[in-house]
């Protein structure tokens, strides 16, 4: 071998111990329980408070989004205990078979759930399914730079703001939106309406600078983007640090979104995720993780213990008759191609 | 030589890569790509009997139109890059022999970050208030209104950035062999500087050229994660098209069909078309503007791991607080150790079976080398999303249970097509005469590789294996499919934290591997000179 291969080779077994090293330092060697999750979506010293009590190992894998998560796990993915999609993701996942029950009797927490939310969600009795954070979409603006806000979606028609705005590359929440500002459920299911909420969204897209998912937290705080449509908990948190960033929800209506917690049917370990959901309904500790994450954990015994800024934020907690208008989406099985047809329309329009 | 040893010779450099790709790659596409005749079962999943309906509906939804956009925003992207690779690649072979190496990990470097990191720290650089769009103002190149991102331009700018790597790797790899002095014999008999160039130096590199327009248009071609960023509403590509169909609509047949029509119509170069090559000079001051181009999100990058800003557009203050949250999240330090752990084993077995599959494609033309060939080009055009959901689909119907084994199989499957090709463009009008001459003169098999092929082949060898693990290091979409439980990657982790989380955290990881990287360059430079 010529030095300089020799020096590769070298290179090579060196940045592989030092990887091994890491991995054998790092992996576990007590009973794993497997948690599916999005980033940054659980405070890391519960988890660790959880591991001692508990003598175990949570290993954190991340996804990023509910439809790529399903397409795995659809696919015949296994070794995941937990879980934490969006409801109307868990209502697709139940009817497949792809989720065991919940064991009242092994998560006495239960109790604390707050009965107001759960007579709007999906899976009302909590049967295969538990609630975990509450969040909704809407509009987030700089108020030092946008003159005469209405908090309305009629927002995107205003041309003066043209190429600094945007809205989510979601088909669901934008054919939502256009579908609320002309006063139809976001779960219609009605051709004639779909249609005509996409033409308003075609009337918005010319204003806007793209449909984007991510990059809009950092735009708004940049100043980027003056206007975006986008989801509460991450507008809290982005308004925490520039307070000329302001979230509100229109008044013709919005998305309440939950991420529940479920257990998938092949779980190797369905004892200590039930174990673990119970310990994340402890009201102490759900308000702990409320305040990390800026998003509401529909647990009642749990409010009075957040500090008051959380309470009294008409984001988090909406006052009546807001809260009223507030909507979930359901999963429309065969009529979701409906809204494909729409969505592929609004793509492609000039 | 007699023909039972070539014989032998032949099977045993193809059978490693062919069976490889035979059962990760080719098997399980066909069985997805099948799946095309299949009804669609609205839960995503695919429903019983056989249909042409799919393939009837493939006219509508403005496929005609995106088709287009793809096609001209990819031939741009390859053009352009090889307008810039081909003095990069020129510069860096002919530089002293100890800058080469340097320079060559400085280019590759910036690459082993994570992707979309870097594309939004370009969205920082040509932010509508930001310094490069006052600089065009002032110069009259720009209105006050008028937008940097989210049209055609930026959408192609994102895809140059991100592939230029990949054609100064097998530019570089041809250039290195090149005997300069036949410019000059050419320029002493009376050649202009452009007629040695052009009739002296791109015939001479041909298929680095060539390697390097494929690695680069085929692969954009199924490209959608930068474009989704920086694009407008009206800027999608087919790519994005295929995303949609099997993620949103959880339609499956649908995106088969579509990702079976662009292999077909990205197979069609195979048929016999030749790459014709553009030119370029001044490869000093090229290398210099790619460099500037490659750090300039780097810079940003770094900047704001300092920065107290959670999201980067704007500076608040010096800060370190990201690298002391860094040193408590385990999460993110496993899943660094994954990746690597994978970039460094995907790297060096992709090497080994594309050195191998590149040897027996140049040193034979037989029909059995004609299948290698398409069996090797082939993952370069399939969609990812593909790609990944088929592997999935494999590992399942075998009970392989996912962990940091199966992404380990799925990203070499993908490497390998890059490693061959790189290999290959170094190859060209190797003697082989050296080798048989060895052979002859007694030297096993083995002898005559390690000593008279291996040394003429090094530096395609390491230029494949860097491009092997700057892809390893950034997969996102096949490796999600196939990690398992407890084998999240970097690249992983980064996508969740960019919808849900703190991406400074990845800026200020980021930033800490540039440094050690850069300190173990020079430390070994600096102990290869003593050692010469």
């Known amino acids: 071998m010529t030095s300089k291969m020799k020096w590769a080779a070298a290179g090579a077994v060196a940045a592989a111990l030092t990887a091994g090293l890491f991995y054998a330092l790092l992996s576990p060697a007590r009973p794993v329980l497997h948690f599916y999750t999005w980033a940054d979506y659980i405070k890391p010293e519960l988890v660790e408070r959880f591991e001692r009590e508990h003598g175990c190992r949570i290993v954190l894998d991340t996804f990023d989004s509910n439809e790529t998560m399903y397409a795995k796990i659809k696919a015949g993915a296994s070794g995941y205990d937990l879980l934490t999609p969006t409801s109307y993701m868990v209502k697709l996942m139940n009817d497949q078979g792809l989720l065991q029950p919940i064991r009242r009797d092994l998560v006495p927490n239960l109790k604390h759930v707050d009965p107001e939310f759960l007579a709007v969600t999906i899976d009302r009795t909590m049967s295969h399914s538990v609630p975990y954070l509450l969040g909704n979409a809407g509009i987030a603006y700089r108020k030092d730079r946008v003159e005469k806000f209405e908090p309305s979606w009629t927002v995107f028609d205003r041309a003066d703001l043209k190429g600094r705005m945007t809205m989510l590359n979601d088909m669901r929440e934008t054919l939502g939106a256009g579908l609320k500002t002309l006063g139809y459920s976001l779960n219609s299911r009605d051709e004639r309406q779909i249609r005509e909420a996409r033409d308003v969204v075609i009337r918005w897209k010319r204003n806007l600078a793209t449909f984007e998912n991510e990059a809009y937290k950092s735009g708004i705080a940049s100043g980027e983007f003056l206007v975006v449509h986008g989801y509460g908990g991450d507008m809290l948190q982005v308004q925490r640090e520039n307070p000329n960033v302001l979230f509100v929800l229109p008044k013709e209506g919005y998305v309440i979104c939950c991420d529940d917690l479920v257990i998938l049917k092949d779980a190797p370990q369905a004892a200590l995720a039930h174990a673990f959901i119970n310990f994340l309904h402890d009201p102490q500790v759900a308000a702990e993780n409320s305040v990390f994450t800026r998003y509401r954990c529909p647990n009642a015994a749990a409010y009075p213990l957040l500090p008051e800024d959380l309470r009294n934020d008409p984001i988090l907690f909406p006052p009546k008759d807001l809260w009223a208008r507030g909507e979930i989406i359901l999963d429309l099985g065969a009529d979701n191609a409906k809204y494909v047809k729409a969505w592929d329309e609004v793509k492609a329009a000039r | ?532």
């Open chain 2, 1 to 532: 030589m007699d023909a039972r040893r070539t014989w032998a010779d032949e099977w045993l450099a193809t059978l490693p890569s062919m069976a490889w790709l035979t059962v990760f790659f080719a098997v399980p596409l066909l069985v997805v790509f099948a799946i095309a005749f299949r009804p669609a079962d609205p839960s995503g999943g695919v429903a019983e009997g056989w249909t042409l309906d799919t393939l009837r509906a493939l006219d509508g939804a403005g496929y005609a139109a995106i088709a287009w956009r793809t096609l001209w925003i990819s031939a741009v992207t390859a053009a352009l890059c090889l307008l810039a690779a081909v003095p990069v690649g020129y510069g860096i072979a002919r530089a002293e022999r100890r800058w080469r190496h340097v320079l060559l990990l400085l280019v590759i470097v910036p690459f082993w970050t994570s992707s979309l990191v870097r594309i939004f720290a370009w969205k920082v650089v040509l932010h509508p208030d930001g310094w490069v769009k006052e600089l065009l103002v002032a110069c009259g190149l720009a209105q006050p209104d008028t937008l940097l991102l989210y049209n055609a331009g930026a959408v192609i700018l994102a895809q140059v950035y991100t592939f230029l790597p990949f054609a100064i790797l097998p530019i570089y790899a041809a250039a290195e062999k090149f005997d300069r002095s036949l410019i000059d014999a050419a320029r002493d008999l009376g050649a202009t500087r452009w007629q040695a160039f052009a009739r002296v130096f791109v015939p001479g590199i041909r298929r680095g050229l060539l390697a390097a327009a494929l690695l680069v248009f085929i692969p954009a071609l199924g490209s959608y994660v930068a474009p989704d960023l920086v694009g407008g509403p009206g800027n999608e590509l087919i790519g994005n098209k295929i995303a949609q169909r099997v993620f949103v609509d959880r339609n499956l047949p649908h995106a088969a069909a579509l990702s079976a029509c662009l292999t077909l119509a990205a197979l069609a170069p195979l048929l016999g078309a030749r790459g014709a090559m553009k030119r370029s000079r001044l490869p000093f001051y090229t290398i210099l503007a790619a460099l500037v181009f490659f750090y300039l999100p780097i810079a940003v990058l770094v900047a704001n791991s300092f920065n107290a800003s959670r999201y980067g557009g704007t500076w608040t203050g010096f800060s370190l607080k990201w690298y002391a949250q860094l040193a408590r999240e385990t999460v993110i330090l496993r899943a660094l150790a994954n990746s690597l752990l994978i970039a460094v084993g995907a790297a060096v077995a992709a090497t080994v079976l594309g050195t191998a599959a590149a040897l027996a494609l140049h040193r034979w033309s037989s029909r059995l080398q004609r299948a290698h060939y398409a069996l090797i080009y082939t993952p370069l055009v399939v969609p990812e999303v593909l790609m990944g959901m088929s592997l999935l689909l494999l590992f399942v119907a075998l009970g392989v249970s996912l962990s940091l084994w199966t992404i380990f199989l799925a990203h070499v499957t993908f490497c390998v097509s890059y490693v061959a090709l790189v290999v290959l463009a170094r190859l060209q009008d190797l003697d082989f005469t050296v080798i048989e001459a060895a052979r002859d003169l007694g030297a096993t098999r083995w002898q005559a590789a390690r000593l008279a092929l291996l040394p003429m082949l090094w530096p395609g060898i390491v230029a494949g294996g860097l491009l092997a693990f700057t892809l390893s290091i950034d997969d996102f979409v096949i490796t999600f499919f196939v990690a398992g439980a407890g084998s999240t990657t970097l690249p992983i982790h980064i996508y969740s934290m960019i919808k849900h989380g703190s991406p400074p955290l990845i800026n200020a990881l980021s930033t800490l591997l540039l440094a050690v990287t850069f300190i173990l360059v020079w430390v070994s430079r600096s102990l290869m000179e003593k050692h010469e």
